[in-house]
T-cell receptor, first 112, second 113 residues
Framework: DAKTTQPPSMDCAEGRAANLPCNHS???????VYWYRQIHSQGPQYIIH???NNETNEMASLIITEDRKSSTLILPHATLRDTAVYYC?????????????FGGGTRLMVKP | EADIYQTPRYLVIGTGKKITLECSQT?????MYWYQQDPGMELHLIHY???????EKGDLSSESTVSRIRTEHFPLTLESARPSHTSQYLC????????????FGAGSRLTVL
């Protein structure tokens, strides 16, 4: 699996956009980028995933660079409840029985 | 959307006791997983299952065992709990299809005295 690198922590002001970067320079052509978050030791929660096109859903947007070596998760209007650890994971999307490996993630602190 | 239920949420138990952490899901998904997470640390996969009667060990060695007799249940057992087993145990499942979207339960926080 491609290794990912994320900053260990970030701060964001409430109401502002939170931009969480992830580097995955060894990503291969059939590997997807997944984002999960974990709020205060609850079970991780799926946010979004993508292959090469930018993706948007009700929670966030995912911007993947053209060379696919990095991506950014965008929370457009961060709230205090978005304070969590955010995990960027790269994995083959269609590999049956594929489990996910969680790294250290980025601890996002949203401040009032 | 899959529902994953874990019981108990919190368990404090003495050394040497046998414990079973329950995990159940309502969607009939084949693939289920157990992760272990110490406070402030990374999640580590300790067991997974592809379906009934299928169980495999994960990346992190664990003294726990699992069983998958029924699709909806994936219990984790520690025959003789020790303080080193104190941790949070998270159960998840994955739906069918191509995306690697895991749904997790709320977790079971185990403290062994």
């Amino acid at each position: 699996d491609a290794k990912t690198t994320q900053p260990p922590s970030m701060d964001c002001a409430e109401g502002r956009a939170a931009n969480l970067p992830c580097n995955h320079s060894t990503i291969s052509g059939n590997e997807y980028v997944y984002w999960y978050r974990q709020i205060h030791s609850q079970g991780p929660q799926y946010i979004i995933h993508g292959l090469k096109n930018n993706e948007t859903n009700e929670m966030a947007s995912l911007i993947i660079t053209e060379d696919r070596k990095s991506s950014t998760l965008i929370l457009p209007h961060a709230t205090l409840r978005d304070t969590a650890v955010y995990y960027c994971i790269v994995r083959v999307g269609n590999n049956a029985g594929n489990m996910l490996t969680f790294g250290g993630g980025t601890r996002l602190m949203v401040k009032p | 959307e899959a529902d994953i239920y874990q019981t108990p949420r919190y368990l404090v138990i003495g050394t040497g006791k046998k414990i079973t952490l329950e995990c159940s899901q309502t969607m009939g998904h084949d693939k289920m997983y157990w992760y272990q997470q110490d406070p402030g640390m990374e999640l580590h996969l300790i067991h997974y299952s592809y379906g009934v009667n299928s169980t495999e060990k994960g990346d992190l060695s664990s003294e726990s065992t699992v069983s998958r007799i029924r699709t909806e249940h994936f219990p984790l057992t520690l025959e003789s709990a020790r303080p080193s087993h104190t941790s949070q145990y998270l159960c998840g499942d994955r739906g069918s299809g191509g995306a690697n979207v895991l749904t997790f339960g709320a977790g079971s926080r185990l403290t062994v005295l």
